[in-house]
């Protein structure tokens, strides 16, 4: 969660960057990434920092987390259907019921389509 606030305050730009995501690989290395806004639609921080990870060699995903200016961030259904594909298994970090919580990736979207079954 440090290293996702850190990002954020080192990249914060009003309407550009205001989410940061940090991803904890198997390896114990971590890598971070921010949203990218454009007219209508960029990508979230979580897929820009599992992007950093895999283009740097990791595989395996244990632990992932938005911050925003405000907290901790709940990951979008996008971001959802992401994690269950490239890491079912991996702690997410997110608000449930005001509070801040984990939970394995594979419990953030019951019903969900997958491919990889």
């Known amino acids: 969660m440090q290293l996702a606030r850190e990002t954020l305050a080192r990249c914060y730009r009003e309407e550009r960057h205001t989410v940061a995501a940090a991803v904890l690989c198997a390896s114990g290395k971590t890598y971070t990434g921010v949203n990218v806004e454009s007219c209508g639609y960029g990508?979230?921080?979580?897929?820009?920092?599992?992007?950093?990870?895999?283009?740097?060699?990791?595989?395996?995903?244990?632990?992932?987390?938005?911050?925003?200016?405000?907290?901790?961030?709940?990951?979008?259904?996008?971001?959802?259907?992401?994690?269950?594909?490239?890491?079912?298994?991996?702690?997410?970090?997110?608000?449930?019921d005001g509070a801040v919580k984990k939970t394995a990736a594979r419990n953030l979207l019951p019903g969900c389509y997958t491919n990889f079954a």
């Open 43 to 96: 990508p979230c921080a979580e897929p820009i920092a599992i992007g950093a990870a895999i283009t740097a060699g990791e595989k395996e995903f244990t632990t992932i987390v938005a911050i925003g200016r405000n907290g901790v961030l709940s990951p979008c259904g996008n971001c959802r259907q992401l994690l269950l594909d490239y890491a079912p298994n991996a702690m997410v970090i997110l608000v449930i």
